[in-house]
């Protein structure tokens, strides 16, 4: 029992002898650890007022309903059969088509041709700065000429870059987000400049709801075409019937598009020129780099150093 008692006062001993020798260890060494913290947090700081500022445009939709209220659409029940019959697809609904968009929002074909429509390249990867009081975008020279509109060429090769990259480095700055709790979608996108931010996020939008007006009038109008031809090929009055309703709903289908300029999504807050910037947060990152230094002096004191 004794033998036990002085064991542990032994080791209480040790471990106070220990914490003494570390203690006096980091006060002969306090000028190192408060040097190397301070050059971290130096560090940190020069390197969050290098970045530049990231401004954030978003848009929030709503998807819209392609159904008729006339009582049209309440058809596609009774005619589902017969529609199936002729090769005429009515299944699927809103629920399908805004599913469709969602994909074709994020798909390489929609990014790609939405860069190449507006020449968003240069925006992606030439820009040098943004000056926030006149509004003008500045561009990096040695790779891009905003004068003629022409990228450089290093080593005989053009520096524009490729469609894959540029898919890649639009991907990187844009967002989809759907909430399906509330029913509604949010895009957007991330660019120095809140001006070009919010003029992405317009047209893409736009682009969306144009090509699924688009695809949703040429199956429409295909649609009808072959009914028509059905309606030749039959003598059965009361088929024909039928198909006539067919025809209507495609006729239908035709009219509600071209008559929304929102086709399938509707836009509850419109993106906006943001004010504040969305990144760097330069506190965190030089809170960080103050902790990493810390550690880092803490290591190389328990390294390197001795007690003087």
Same mark, same amino acid.
């Given at each position: @029992?004794?033998? #036990?008692?002085?064991?542990?006062?032994?080791?209480?001993?040790?471990?106070?002898?220990?914490?003494?020798?570390?203690?006096?260890?980091? @006060?002969?060494?306090?000028?190192?650890?408060?040097?190397?913290?301070?050059?971290?947090?130096?560090?940190?700081?020069?390197?969050?007022?290098?970045?530049?500022?990231?401004?954030?445009?978003?848009?929030?939709?709503?998807? &819209?309903?392609?159904?008729?209220?006339?009582?049209?659409?309440?058809?596609? $029940? $009774?005619?589902? $059969?017969?529609?199936?019959? !002729?090769? &005429?697809?009515?299944?699927?609904? +809103?629920?399908?088509?805004?599913?469709?968009?969602? !994909?074709?929002?994020?798909?390489?074909?929609?990014?790609?041709?939405?860069?190449?429509?507006?020449?968003?390249?240069?925006?992606?990867?030439?820009?040098?700065?943004? +000056?926030?009081?006149?509004? =003008?975008?500045? /561009?990096? =020279?040695?790779?891009?000429?905003?004068? #003629? +509109?022409?990228?450089?060429?290093?080593?005989?090769?053009?520096?524009?870059?490729?469609?894959?990259?540029?898919? %890649? *480095?639009?991907?990187?700055?844009?967002?989809?987000?759907? +909430?399906?709790?509330?029913?509604?979608?949010?895009?957007?996108?991330?660019? %120095?400049?809140? @001006?070009?931010?919010?003029?992405? &996020?317009?047209?893409?939008?736009?682009?969306?709801?144009?090509?699924?007006?688009?695809?949703?009038?040429?199956?429409?109008?295909?649609?009808? /075409?072959?009914?028509? $031809?059905?309606? *030749?090929?039959?003598?059965?009055?009361?088929? #024909?019937?039928?198909?006539?309703?067919?025809?209507?709903? %495609?006729?239908?289908?035709?009219?509600?598009?071209?008559?929304?300029?929102?086709?399938?999504?509707?836009?509850?807050?419109?993106?906006?020129?943001?004010?504040?910037?969305?990144?760097?947060?330069?506190?965190?990152?030089?809170?960080?780099?103050?902790?990493?230094?810390?550690?880092?002096?803490?290591?190389?004191?328990?390294?390197?150093?001795?007690?003087?």
């Amino acid at each position: @029992m004794n033998e #036990k008692i002085r064991n542990t006062e032994a080791n209480l001993s040790n471990d106070s002898l220990d914490f003494e020798l570390l203690f006096q260890l980091f @006060m002969s060494n306090k000028w190192k650890l408060i040097g190397i913290s301070f050059l971290f947090s130096v560090l940190a700081v020069v390197y969050s007022l290098s970045l530049p500022n990231i401004f954030k445009s978003e848009a929030t939709l709503i998807t &819209v309903s392609n159904k008729s209220g006339d009582g049209l659409s309440s058809l596609s $029940g $009774g005619l589902s $059969g017969i529609a199936a019959i !002729a090769g &005429v697809n009515l299944s699927g609904g +809103d629920s399908s088509e805004a599913k469709l968009a969602l !994909a074709t929002l994020k798909s390489r074909q929609f990014i790609t041709d939405i860069i190449d429509e507006y020449s968003l390249k240069k925006y992606l990867f030439a820009v040098e700065r943004y +000056d926030y009081n006149s509004g =003008k975008l500045y /561009f990096n =020279k040695d790779i891009y000429s905003e004068e #003629k +509109d022409t990228w450089a060429e290093i080593d005989g090769e053009s520096a524009e870059p490729s469609g894959q990259k540029a898919y %890649q *480095e639009f991907i990187n700055q844009f967002s989809v987000f759907e +909430d399906t709790k509330k029913g509604v979608v949010r895009i957007a996108f991330l660019h %120095q400049s809140p @001006m070009i931010a919010k003029f992405i &996020v317009d047209k893409v939008i736009y682009e969306i709801n144009t090509k699924m007006k688009k695809k949703a009038i040429e199956l429409a109008e295909g649609n009808r /075409f072959y009914l028509e $031809g059905q309606i *030749e090929n039959t003598s059965v009055l009361s088929l #024909k019937e039928k198909l006539y309703e067919l025809i209507e709903k %495609q006729i239908e289908t035709v009219m509600l598009a071209n008559v929304r300029k929102e086709y399938i999504f509707e836009t509850l807050d419109p993106a906006i020129v943001p004010e504040l910037k969305a990144a760097p947060n330069r506190v965190v990152i030089c809170l960080v780099g103050g902790i990493l230094g810390f550690l880092f002096s803490i290591a190389y004191v328990l390294l390197f150093c001795r007690v003087k």
